[in-house]
């Protein structure tokens, strides 16, 4: 079976300082990595995905993410945040065989200051 | 195209009542899923259909929860009679392919208060 650890519940960050974003999992198969943003009352909606090939993986909003199987990662970073990026952010995993199981993380709290 | 489209927004019940959500998901989308999320954890996976079938309800509390896909399209899900932990938002999410690798396009969710 496969699980999600992000381990920051919260993060502070000043606006235009960067941020990371730490992700890790387990499986004993491959697996498809995501990252989704929850702003307020809305649902989720995707950022980027890891399927295959360059382990650094570029998404929307200035956002990208490095995929790392020696160390099981998936961290997201942002060279520098703005106000707007105040959101709860959410790794998730997929695998790429057997049985089909998408498993999202506890998620972090991103909140930036002005 | 249109997005997820969840309803209601908001709904608030006394405990033992029951409560039903609606979902539609993206037109074209066979794959449909139920999340519930409680404050401060991630989503967690009810079911999941395939067109019309279930492919997997085994996080489902079968005892009080139920959730149906006619026809392949709209979907709801019921919780009857209703315990004060349902407290939650529960998402429909909605992908094109039930494959690894198909992202999930999510509605805005409803959010129950059970009281």
């Known amino acids: 079976a496969q699980s999600v650890t992000q381990l920051d519940s919260q993060v502070p960050v000043f606006e235009e300082a960067p941020v990371e974003l730490r992700c890790n999992y387990s499986?004993?198969?491959?697996?498809?990595l995501f990252w989704y943003v929850q702003y307020p009352n809305q649902g989720l909606q995707l950022l980027l995905k890891y399927l295959s090939g360059s382990t650094l993986v570029k998404g929307i909003n200035g956002f990208e993410a490095e995929f790392n199987k020696s160390q099981t990662s998936f961290h997201l970073r942002k060279p520098s945040v703005h106000i707007s990026d105040t959101a709860e952010y959410f790794c998730?995993?997929?695998?790429?065989?057997?049985?089909?199981?998408?498993?999202f993380g506890t998620g972090t709290r991103l909140k930036v200051l002005a | 195209e249109a997005g997820v489209a969840q309803s209601p927004r908001y709904k608030i019940i006394e405990k033992r009542q029951s409560v039903a959500f609606w979902c539609n998901p993206i037109s074209g989308h066979a794959t449909l899923y139920w999340y519930q999320q409680i404050l401060g954890q991630g989503p967690k996976l009810l079911i999941q259909f395939q067109n019309n079938g279930v492919v997997d309800d085994s996080q489902l509390p079968k005892d009080r929860f139920s959730a149906e896909r006619l026809k392949g399209v709209d979907s709801t899900l019921k919780i009857q009679p209703a315990k004060l932990e349902d407290s939650a938002v529960y998402l429909c999410a909605s992908s094109l392919l039930s494959s690894y690798n198909s992202p999930l396009h999510f509605g805005n969710g409803t959010r129950l208060t059970v009281t």
């Open positions: 998730a995993v997929s695998t790429t065989s057997g049985t089909y199981k998408y498993i």
């Open positions: 499986s004993s198969v491959s697996v498809y």
